[in-house]
């Protein structure tokens, strides 16, 4: 990992000032799922889930990353919708369409309403691919549910094992960090939303690149279109749970994709340390790709992703 992969976060840990803009929504298509109203499924404490299920075939589920959408994958389902794939991806409780409730903003819940998602649709044979936060949600959803229904998993830029530093994870980021991220959503989201895919998330920041003000503001809408509560407490599940145990209970197999210029999830204490917990795990590095790699490397992540697949 280069030595100012890190600058970013590192930055974030005094309070800083940040900068503006804004912009607009998406919809779904399996026949059968028509008394899924607006595509949505309850889970056992009553929030709402919103999904889009396009397409017939092997289904590959798709689970989003902070504080964003299913419609972040966009890139993907659409790809593989075109080659045969049964596509999904749902709304994080207090993300985008699903409901915003106040509680229930950690692994455990997050895992369970994949699962609620799953077995409402009944998928078997399954390809689960999560990114960043939905990277930690896919391997939790593994090791608490088991694999009966699941054939292979890809994270992407991925947050387990651990992204806080602790004693048995020193090379974490400081709590610093996350507390000046918890306190920005509190105080000015709409800014921050602006920055974070302006800067580190895409690589923006960057000599030589080049901004893509509609990849910006989509990031923003999609940030502004969730909860702030749900945003807030969940920056404690994506940086301070410890996916060690979960990684090492995985059996199917596994792809690792984490770029080497990652500035959210540095890349150093994230993607080689879970293929090495992974039993069939395997890494794939990409060279000066950025956290956002799904999106801006569209092409190079699904070609990859179909290769997997088919293997």
């Known amino acids: 990992m280069p030595r100012d992969a890190r600058s970013w976060l590192e930055a974030q840990r005094p309070a800083r000032a940040l900068s503006r803009q804004r912009v607009p929504s998406c919809r779904s298509d399996h026949p059968k799922r028509r008394e899924a109203r607006h595509e949505q499924v309850k889970t056992k404490d ?73 077995t409402h649709l009944d998928l078997k044979n399954a390809v689960h691919v999560g990114h960043s936060t939905g990277g930690g949600e896919v391997v939790h959803y593994l090791a608490r549910h088991g694999e009966s229904r699941v054939a292979k998993a890809a994270i992407i830029s991925a947050v387990p094992p651990l992204m806080v530093k602790t004693a048995a994870n020193p090379g974490g980021l ?23 895919p302006a800067g580190p998330f895409y690589g923006f920041n960057r000599p030589g690149a080049k901004p893509s003000e509609g990849i910006i503001q989509n990031w923003w809408r999609q940030g502004m279109m969730g909860g702030a509560k749900a945003h807030y407490d969940g920056i404690v599940a994506f940086s301070q749970t410890d996916f060690t145990d979960d990684l090492k209970k995985i ?61």
Do not use: C
Request: no cysteine; aromatic share 12%; charged share 25%.
């Open 174 to 196: 400081p709590k610093e960090v996350f507390d000046n991220f918890q306190a920005q959503v509190a105080t000015n989201r709409a800014q921050f939303y602006r920055d974070v």
């Open 251 to 311: 059996t199917v197999p596994v792809l690792v994709m984490h770029g080497d210029d990652d500035q959210i999830v540095p890349y150093a204490d994230a993607g080689p340390l879970s293929a090495k917990l992974l039993k069939k795990g395997t890494l794939k590095t990409y060279k000066g790709f950025p956290h956002g790699m799904p999106t801006t490397q569209a092409e190079t992540i699904n070609a990859d992703l179909l290769s997997f697949l088919k293997s």
């Open 46 to 118: 009553g929030v709402e889930i919103f999904y889009k299920d396009w397409g017939k075939g092997q289904p590959i589920v798709f689970s989003h990353g902070w504080p964003l959408s299913a419609d972040d994958w966009d890139a993907q389902m659409m790809f593989f919708v075109t080659r045969g794939y049964r596509v999904i991806a749902h709304d994080r409780r207090g993300h985008g369409r699903s409901t915003q409730t106040s509680d229930g903003h950690d692994m455990d819940h997050y895992a369970d309403d994949l699962a609620a998602v799953t």
